[in-house]
């Protein structure tokens, strides 16, 4: 036992000053408290948290940023992410696809290609069924190992937060309102870039020439995306990104979701999108209705394409655009912006009436004001964390998250 408490080291600031008491252990340098218990099998060392603020609660932990973060009693998981983990998936998110389409390439390196010089196959409708399900795989993937690797509980992006049904009406209009009203203003986006020689993809890769393909369609690019993306971004990013503050949160959210699409005519649009989102899981927390509110979204699109398939209609492209359409586009995506800010006003009402909500609203009000004092006692009282070592860290996930929107940034310019 003496040997197993020699290596002893305080989990909070990696101290091996320690003085052994009786039952407990205490660091000399951030004067944290450890419960040491042995069993007979193997003598094994469980911390405790037990401030020297007197704040003593067996559901919270302290981390490396002075966080109080909450622990799921029966699974000992943790509950929140924070600005770290929304760094590093974002990453990730960004990195994964490229590395899969780069090992795709290599794999199809002497396969036969087209006139334009890319690989035939990728014109073949198999081949974007096989790419969009592997997309959809590895964000799913990251996810769950992510989760597992950090010990964090699948509960805390927010999947099954209740909330009240009321929001459903607000967020499937939200959801078909926002593709509506943006076309006219991405269509004038596209064709300017057109003129100056930017080749503008708008394909999907899969045919829509009956009912079938569009059904399978509406699984691959409207449900797919919608649940695995917003289990990345909403769920995980921003939620790592709340403690900034409430638009802080949105709109970084917003645009490294719209950076993520790599499309420059849509950026006004997801970055609406990426907007509303946001607003609807700080104010809700569930994340099923984002998953609804994006899965409309797809569909919509979808839908519309698909009718105009079988209209005949293959190019919606205009030839020319003239002062009254550009007037009209941006007369439209204002007319979004008021829905928008209408559809917040409603969902505020709505929690607000919304006694289903009230405890757990109550209890994360609560968790935040004593997150917050603990916080400001640790940042002025030395004794408690090395301040030096709090910078350093968040100079660390500043970088990461710059890093971040550098490479969607660069991926978006690559693809122009």
């Not at 929304?86 to 696809?97: E, G, Q």
């Not at 769920?235 to 790599?262: D, R, T, V």
């Not at 002062?323 to 209408?342: K, P, Q, S, W």
Request: aromatic share 12%; glycine share 6%.
């Amino acid at each position: 036992m003496d040997k197993q408490l020699a290596k002893i080291r305080c989990k909070n600031c990696g101290s091996k000053n320690i003085d052994i008491k009786d039952e407990y252990a205490v660091c000399r340098q951030c004067k944290a408290k450890f419960i040491i218990k042995s069993s007979l099998k193997d003598e094994k060392i469980e911390e405790k948290t037990e401030e020297k603020t007197g704040f003593d609660d067996k559901n919270l932990k302290q981390n490396i940023y002075s966080e109080k973060v909450l622990i799921d009693p029966k699974t000992k998981k943790i509950m929140s992410y924070n600005k770290r983990d929304s760094a590093l998936v974002y990453i990730f998110a960004l990195l994964l696809p490229v590395i899969l389409g780069f090992v795709l390439s290599i794999i199809l390196f002497n396969t036969q290609k087209d006139e334009s010089g890319n690989f035939a196959i990728r014109s073949q409708p198999w081949f974007s069924v096989f790419t969009r399900v592997l997309s959809a795989l590895l964000l799913f993937g990251l996810f769950f190992f992510y989760n597992k690797k950090h010990n964090i509980s699948f509960r805390a992006c927010g999947i099954t937060k209740k909330a009240s049904y009321l929001y459903i009406p607000i967020a499937i209009i939200l959801g078909v309102s926002v593709v509506y009203l943006t076309d006219s203003f991405i269509t004038m986006i596209a064709f300017g870039m057109g003129k100056i020689g930017v080749n503008v993809d708008v394909s999907i890769g899969l045919p829509l020439t009956n009912f079938w393909w569009f059904l399978l369609t509406i699984l691959l690019i409207g449900f797919l995306p919608a649940v695995t993306e917003e289990l990345i971004y909403r769920g995980m990013i921003f939620n790592g990104l709340k403690k900034m503050g409430k638009w802080p949160a949105i709109l970084l959210s917003a645009l490294a979701f719209c950076l993520m699409h790599g499309s420059l005519p849509q950026f006004p649009y997801t970055f609406l999108l990426g907007i509303i989102l946001g607003y609807v899981m700080w104010e809700t927390g569930a994340l099923w209705l984002c998953m609804l509110i994006h899965f409309c979204n797809n569909a919509t699109v979808l839908v519309a394409m698909f009718i105009s398939s079988q209209k005949g209609v293959t190019n919606t492209m205009p030839t020319s655009i003239s002062t009254e359409y550009v007037l009209l586009a941006i007369g439209l995506m204002i007319l979004a912006v008021g829905i928008t800010f209408l559809a917040f006003f409603l969902m505020k009402k709505i929690k607000a009436k919304d006694k289903n909500n009230s405890e757990n609203d109550n209890l994360v009000k609560k968790t935040s004001d004593e997150q917050n004092e603990l916080f400001s006692k640790t940042k002025k009282d030395p004794a408690l964390l090395d301040g030096a070592q709090r910078q350093k860290e968040e100079r660390k996930t500043n970088i990461l998250l710059i890093c971040g929107f550098v490479l969607a940034i660069l991926f978006t310019i690559i693809t122009l």
